[in-house]
């Protein structure tokens, strides 16, 4: 299992270091890439790490594919490892502040949000 794991996580790595250097040099093959990475991404680390750099290296460029990315992410991420990281990296350092104008108007910052504080969601 150990060793299944690892090819798995390498595959992810080798795919985002692909997006990593077609995202540099602006080149075509970025939709193909994500698609490859979200089957072999099985934990969301990967899916989210990319979404966040896309987003750092020019986040209007690369808003047609934040969304799936993001989205991805929250399928995989089911034991919120990596999705957590996304609130800031994506909405903002100031998210915080903007929460309930967000979840109004965001749906993958609504559905990061209630699972990284289900207690909220309760109240």
Not at 28 to 56: C, H, M, N, P
Request: cysteine-free; aromatic content about 8%.
């Amino acid at each position: 299992m150990e060793e299944n794991n690892n090819s798995t996580e390498n595959r992810g790595m080798s795919v985002y270091e692909r997006i990593v250097d077609q995202a540099e040099s602006r080149g075509a093959g970025l939709k193909e890439l994500i698609e490859e990475l979200k089957q072999v991404d099985t934990t969301g680390q990967f899916l989210a790490s990319t979404a966040r750099y896309l987003s750092a290296v020019d986040r209007e460029y690369f808003e047609p594919w934040l969304t799936p990315l993001i989205e991805a992410a929250i399928e995989r991420d089911r034991e919120r490892r990596y999705i957590g990281s996304l609130l800031e990296a994506i909405w903002g350092a100031d998210y915080e502040q903007r929460v309930e104008e967000l979840r109004a108007s965001d749906n993958n910052f609504r559905r990061i949000y209630r699972r990284m504080h289900p207690e909220l969601e309760a109240m």
